[in-house]
């Protein structure tokens, strides 16, 4: 008979690391949706709020993107105060050489499992810590204790006792390991479990100056292959003021890695005067626990199964999902749990064995420095010559490394015929070499790919043509700094501007905020001055209402000013400066781009409906035109394969005309701005212009019903004049809430929405288009117009691309806090909280970044008032729905 987790159960899980905490979150989150209460408590004699080895959970902790990602789904956004650093990309060290590996726009995220190597960092929070207080949020119990033994039922319908190290006891309907394999308690845990095989790792925590790490690291994890018997590879894994360094091998002890860091090739990665701060011996498993299940009773994480080498954490993640829903749909009996362990071993069994032959094929490579050579040569020539998906050994490198990839689709890449016959006349040329014979042809190899790189004109010259497709702000920004930069360094260009729109009758969706600090953007790069009769207002505050409260925020008076202005006078100016910067404008659409990459050729062919053009390069500032996002797609499917941004938001404006005086009188030079409850609308906006109004709405799935209903809200009605609704002219568009994926490659980048490289809840889209405009022109110019070129230029918009995840942060509280209908409190408290008056008016102004506008609000006052005002509304409500009519 199948023994079913019952309502009411109380369940053991012993482990507060992220095991622990993920079978919490999943099975707390799916018993309320079955209707079956079950209460959790979670046991763990460590705190992750203890500074150095006392509070660590022993890992390199890098968080790849596609956790991230599942977390974000499971409404568990990464915040910042979590994140130590933002990684775009590996550099793997191999034989004496060594290639950038960067197959991916996503970043990978580094955080500490404990709180902090060292006392004095005290804004840190460890990611265990993070995870381990969701889990209390949600209703799980946290015991600060340890677990000595468990005394299993001997029927199935008998409870297991915990007996603690206190010395008490307690009972529970099921008891989860997810104590890893850093424990006695491992061992004869449950009878017929046999733990994992593990291997002992050496990590060490090395402080480091910020600066240091950003020359010598660069926002890369570093591995460096030794192919050696004690220590296989050394990851050495930025973490801002710290560097954490992992040798990873059957057993390494902290001599052995001394050892290694004390070689030569060594110290251009080390401080002058290195220390090692503090380090650890994890054990990690190399592979699968025997039987981790039996009549209430199961171990998730590390202590079960996980993927070799890599992803630990990601692998609990699963591990605890798969447990959860056993548990919940099937039974907690031994015969039930049995299908979790089939689950595991579905996900990680095959995998981890083909995983063991691609570490061992590495390890015999990197044991052998010529062969190293010769394949890290080979994965550079690869990234200088071909498009990103056919980079066969560099994509393989990158997933192994990442975890990106399943192992399985890694190996059959690599087996390729293909790939199998170019490595091996490259391992045959080399073995008939000498050391410094065979490093003297890769160079003369390499050089000479270069060169005829260079021969293919990729960089700016004489006679150069430049494609833009679309004249908005991206676009004309872009020509204007290309040609500026060209006349003072006596360069003739020719730059083609597309735009089959007539600014003097059409319309680009838009309230036409200019915010900080594009003035002095425009005037600094572009020589560009606003007239002043463009300017309608100048912005002095803003006005945030919710349901039933208001609050002002007001500016520092030495700040930059915000205008407003009319979006089509804005897109006219700065077109007619680039063309009297001596631009050629062609005022019909874009039809059609081919690139043309032959022996022969290789150059962009633009199609439009009055001209035909044959360009070195193309820039696409089309934003997020239906028609040029399809024809971009299709054109760069055999290079880059450019994805459009896949969140967006649909906005809806509309324009009221009226008297002058009613504006100055009504809305003077304040911008309103609206949170209020319902299902659709995000956000709205009335903004004052000089003889109209501008409103919008926002939302995923937002209609004009929704714009004609946030028109009758009493509180926005009070701001306009009386005006005839029948009579509007309504404008409907979309901004994006998510990056793009490739939005640069073999001569072409995209800038302004196209990139989706904008605040993904205020859009600040004028300021994105003209930045990214400027800086691909000056990748353009300074650099070319390579793919390798333009990762530069991604790097150089990394401000706009990592304040994403903030973002959608503070998308998040703020749709939570309109749904519990928290927004009244909060507008009241900042009305004599300027912490909070500081917070709201960055976010609605967008004059800083996410990141540090969350970083304020997690400041602990801050936290304490908006908790306890919150938890009192949200009690108050429940005692009332508990009261009996």
């Not at 572009?526 to 349901?547: A, M, T």
């Not at 309504?730 to 994006?736: K, N, R, V």
Request: charged share 25%.
């Amino acid at each position: 008979m199948a023994v079913k987790l019952q309502s009411g159960a109380n369940i053991a899980v012993i482990g507060g690391g992220p095991a622990g905490s993920f079978f919490a979150h999943f099975i707390l989150k799916m018993s309320a949706r079955s209707d079956i209460g079950v209460g959790v408590t979670i046991y763990d004699r460590k705190s992750f709020l203890d500074y150095g080895p006392k509070g660590c959970n022993m890992c390199a902790g890098a968080i790849g993107h596609h956790l991230v990602e599942h977390l974000q789904r499971e409404g568990i956004p990464l915040p910042a105060h979590v994140v130590r650093q933002e990684v775009e990309g590996y550099v793997l060290h191999a034989g004496g050489r060594e290639v950038f590996l960067r197959q991916d726009e996503r970043p990978i995220y580094t955080v500490f499992r404990g709180h902090s190597p060292d006392p004095t960092s005290e804004d840190i929070v460890s990611f265990d810590q993070f995870l381990l207080d969701h889990a209390v949020s949600m209703g799980a119990k946290f015991v600060r204790d340890k677990v000595t033994q468990v005394v299993w039922p001997r029927m199935p319908v008998e409870k297991a006792v915990l007996l603690m190290k206190d010395g008490g006891e307690t009972e529970a309907d099921l008891v989860v390991g997810a104590f890893g394999v850093n424990t006695k308690l491992r061992h004869g845990f449950m009878s017929g479990y046999k733990a994992p095989r593990t291997w002992v790792a050496c990590q060490a925590e090395m402080p480091v100056d910020a600066e240091f790490n950003r020359k010598v690291f660069g926002n890369c994890i570093h591995v460096f292959a030794l192919g050696e018997r004690k220590i296989h590879f050394i990851a050495m894994t930025p973490k801002g003021n710290f560097v954490t360094i992992s040798g990873i091998g059957p057993s390494v002890r902290m001599t052995d890695l001394e050892s290694v860091l004390r070689r030569p090739e060594m110290k251009p990665y080390l401080p002058e005067g290195w220390r090692i701060s503090c380090h650890c011996h994890p054990h990690f498993p190399v592979t699968a626990a025997r039987k981790p299940y039996r009549d209430r009773g199961l171990l998730v994480g590390d202590a079960c199964q996980a993927r070799y080498l890599k992803n630990g954490i990601e692998s609990a993640y699963f591990t605890a999902l798969f447990a959860a829903k056993t548990c919940l749909n099937i039974g907690i009996g031994e015969a039930e749990l049995a299908q979790y362990y089939r689950l595991c071993r579905e996900r990680f069994g095959f995998d981890n064995r083909c995983g063991k032959v691609l570490f061992a094929l590495h390890h015999s490579v990197a044991a052998h420095p010529r062969l190293a050579r010769a394949h890290l040569s080979f994965a550079e020539e690869e990234r200088m010559r071909k498009p990103r998906e056919q980079q066969a050994l560099a994509n393989s490198l990158w997933s192994m490394f990442t975890g990106d990839m399943p192992y399985k689709k890694i190996l059959k890449s690599l087996l390729s015929p293909a790939l199998t016959l170019r490595l091996g006349i490259g391992n045959l040329q080399s073995a008939f070499r000498t050391d410094a014979a065979w490093d003297r042809y890769v160079e003369r190899r390499l050089a000479r790919l270069r060169a005829r790189i260079d021969g293919k004109h990729l960089h700016v010259r004489a006679g150069v043509t430049v494609a833009i497709i679309g004249g908005g702000p991206g676009g004309a920004s872009c020509a204007i700094r290309l040609l500026t930069r060209a006349r003072a360094a006596g360069i003739p260009l020719r730059i083609v501007v597309f735009e089959g729109k007539d600014f003097d009758r059409h319309y680009n969706q838009c309230v036409g905020v200019l915010s900080p600090p594009l003035e002095s953007v425009l005037r600094e790069k572009l020589g560009v001055n606003l007239p002043q009769e463009l300017i309608k207002r100048r912005i002095e505050s803003y006005q945030l209402h919710s349901d039933n409260a208001e609050v002002v925020l007001d500016g520092s008076a030495s700040a930059e000013p915000t205008y407003t202005v009319r979006r089509v006078m804005f897109d006219r100016l700065l077109l007619k400066k680039a063309e009297e910067a001596g631009a050629e404008i062609v005022r019909s659409r874009v039809t059609g781009v081919e690139f043309v990459n032959t022996r022969q050729l290789d150059e962009v062919r633009i199609y439009s409906e009055s001209q035909y053009l044959r360009a070195d390069v193309v820039v696409g500032a089309f934003g997020l035109d239906e028609a040029m996002l399809d024809c971009w797609e299709h054109a760069t499917k055999p290079l880059s394969a450019y994805e459009r941004p896949q969140s967006l938001l649909r906005t809806f404006v509309t324009k009221i005309h009226t008297d002058p005086a009613f504006i100055e009188s009504r809305l003077g030079n304040t911008i309103h701005a609206f949170l209020l409850s319902g299902p659709r609308v995000e956000f709205g906006a009335v903004t004052p212009k000089g003889d109209h109004i501008i409103v919008n709405i926002a939302g995923r799935d937002v209609t004009s019903l929704d714009l004609d209903e946030f028109l009758e809200r009493p509180q926005v009605r009070a701001l306009l004049p009386e005006f005839e609704m029948d009579f509007a002219n309504i404008y409907a568009g979309y901004f994006p809430t998510s990056p793009a994926e490739n939005p640069y490659g073999h001569r072409y980048v995209l800038v302004g929405d196209a990139t989706g490289w904008m605040r993904p809840f205020k859009g600040k889209g004028i300021n994105t288009a003209v930045i990214t405009g400027i800086r691909a022109a000056d990748t353009v110019f300074d650099r070319g117009f390579s793919q390798g070129a333009f990762e530069a230029y991604a790097r150089d918009c990394s401000d706009l691309r990592q304040d994403y995840w903030y973002g959608i942060a503070v998308r998040f509280l703020s749709r939570l806090g309109r749904s519990l209908g928290l927004f009244d409190m909060v507008l009241s408290l900042a009305q004599t909280d300027n912490r909070l008056q500081e917070i709201f008016y960055l976010a609605v102004s967008g004059e800083d970044s996410y990141k540090n506008i969350l970083l304020r609000l997690l400041k602990p006052p801050t936290v304490r008032k908006l908790a306890f005002s919150s938890g009192r509304i949200l009690l108050r409500r429940l005692r009332a729905t508990r009261t009996p009519a």
